[in-house]
């Protein structure tokens, strides 16, 4: 029973072009969402959040998109650079709990 | 460097050998987290020690053990290792301050069970 799940295990966008990358959640009580970016033989790194109070995040390039009716969350790069390229994970918790549910992860491959 | 150092970067076992993976944190945060990954599953929690002296189950708890041994280190064990334990193991801190911060993770230690 996966409570976080990103569908598409692949992305290839052209370099100056938007990606986005997508999420979706089951359990309603979660209010805290994360962005990670992975690159091999690394840790993963914190990208961007979002609280369930807002509908919307950016930070430079990053945009991440809330909508909790739909149960979905979704992360925009814009424009997308070669050094972009890596695995984006998804994660959410709920209040108090600090345990981050992870999804599956998107590789994201920006063509130059 | 501040941040969350993992020993070691890599290890080969036998079945049922037993081993104990090693995390530190030097960001003074109270919570440390086990997660392991592996392809197509993504991160999932093993343990995780909301503060000293604490210590909870995850998702995938069996076959391991840990200690919080003070509040910089928390380590990891596998008793008779598995071939199905076969993954990169990733440490994980946190402050008990806001969620929007996250996790630091560590670079993660990549065990083979053959």
């Known amino acids: 029973d996966q409570q976080v799940k990103q569908n598409s295990p692949s992305l290839s966008v052209q370099e100056g072009r938007i990606s986005i990358l997508n999420c979706d959640y089951t359990n309603s009580m979660f209010d805290y969402f994360l962005w990670y970016k992975k690159y091999p033989a690394e840790g993963p790194t914190f990208l961007i959040s979002?609280?369930?109070?807002?509908d919307k995040n950016e930070d430079g390039r990053f945009t991440v998109f809330l909508n909790k009716s739909a149960k979905h969350l979704s992360l925009h790069i814009v424009p997308s650079q070669p050094g972009d390229s890596a695995v984006y994970f998804c994660a959410a918790s709920d209040t108090g709990t600090y345990k981050y549910i992870f999804g599956t992860g998107t590789r994201l491959k920006v063509l130059a | 460097n501040a941040g969350v150092t993992q020993t070691p970067k890599f290890q080969v076992l036998k079945t049922g050998q037993s081993m104990t993976l090693q995390c530190a944190q030097d960001?003074?945060?109270?919570?440390m987290y086990w997660y392991r990954q592996d392809p197509g599953m993504g991160l999932r929690l093993i343990y995780y020690s909301a503060s000293e002296g604490t210590t909870d189950k995850g998702e995938v708890p069996n076959g391991y053990n840990v200690s919080r041994l003070n509040k910089r280190e928390f380590s990891l064990r596998l008793e008779s290792a598995a071939p199905s334990q076969t993954s990169v193991y990733f440490c994980?801190?946190?402050?008990?301050?806001?969620?929007?911060?996250?996790?630091?993770f560590g670079s993660g230690t990549r065990l083979t069970v053959v």
């Open positions: 979002i609280s369930s109070i807002k």
């Open positions: 994980a801190s946190t402050d008990l301050g806001s969620q929007l911060y996250g996790y630091t």
């Open positions: 960001m003074n945060h109270n919570s």
